[in-house]
């Protein structure tokens, strides 16, 4: 994604948020995860590489707390339905090849799901919007198919990595609707949602992405009409152990958590260091 925490990992411009969040009846806005890369990567000049052993830490974590991490669709599913209080969302940004080899064990193991976000116009290609760095291969066609089969949730992050708010008219429409159906086509699944590429969200870019047919839209900081096609997530790195889990939990908690009876109680509990 090209960031570092310090951008990727603090709120912008909270006040104009809307505090209508996916479930209207709580105001709750979930928990997201925002990964990238995971491997055992000593140059990550963007801060998007968590190694594989940090990874297995912060999976075991939130079981310890007795939270299931699981793919978009799955979590808010579960929040239309009035559920969903012990369910994260993971989310894993452009594609690399390398959550095959080092996550999706992880996550199977630990019984989670997650949503991968690839680049439709770089299948089998690597990172090459990052301007420094090293380069880092992306998934191929049927990487991307066995992961779909493995249960693992396919959404789009555009076609080349590029901002839609400085993005021409026709390239946005490729970006959302043509990345869309590739990724159907070459999944065989349902491509519902999209990530909007360096979090650049608009009002504009999120009506062409609920006009595209998809069902939600993951950025990450929050935004003028946070809520279902806007989702707001949190930055997680190489840096983040049991206590920044912790700390980065209950900011969001108390920024977007659930409001209703028992809210207290409920967020000791998840914040509780096992």
Not at 88 to 101: I, N, P
Not at 151 to 174: C, D, N
Request: glycine residues 12%.
């Amino acid at each position: 994604m090209g960031m570092t925490e310090g951008s990727a990992g603090r709120p912008r411009g909270r006040a104009a948020c809307s505090r209508r969040g996916v479930d209207a009846a709580t105001g709750r806005v979930p928990a997201v995860l925002m990964y990238h890369s995971i491997s055992p990567c000593t140059e990550d000049p963007y801060r998007i590489t968590v190694s594989p052993g940090r990874f297995a830490r912060q999976m075991l974590w939130l079981r310890r707390r007795g939270l299931r991490g699981v793919a978009m669709s799955e979590l808010l599913a579960a929040i239309g339905n009035g559920e969903g209080r012990k369910l994260v969302g993971l989310t894993f940004d452009d594609g690399y090849a390398d959550f095959a080899e080092y996550a999706a064990g992880v996550l199977a193991g630990h019984g989670f799901t997650a949503t991968v976000f690839v680049l439709a116009g770089r299948l089998s290609g690597e990172n090459a919007w990052d301007t420094a760095g090293p380069r880092k291969p992306l998934l191929s066609e049927p990487g991307v198919r066995q992961l779909a089969r493995a249960g693992f949730e396919i959404g789009s992050h555009g076609w080349h990595h590029v901002s839609l708010r400085e993005a021409p008219v026709e390239t946005v429409a490729a970006e959302i609707s043509d990345s869309r159906a590739v990724l159907q086509s070459v999944s065989g699944q349902s491509v519902t949602g999209f990530c909007y590429p360096y979090g650049h969200v608009s009002a504009e870019s999120i009506a062409r992405v609920r006009d595209a047919g998809y069902e939600y839209g993951c950025a990450i900081w929050p935004f003028a009409e946070t809520g279902r096609y806007a989702l707001p997530r949190i930055y997680i790195g190489e840096a983040d152990s049991s206590p920044r889990l912790t700390a980065k939990a209950a900011r969001h908690w108390l920024t977007w958590g659930y409001r209703g009876p028992g809210a207290t109680a409920l967020a000791g509990k998840f914040l509780r260091i096992a």
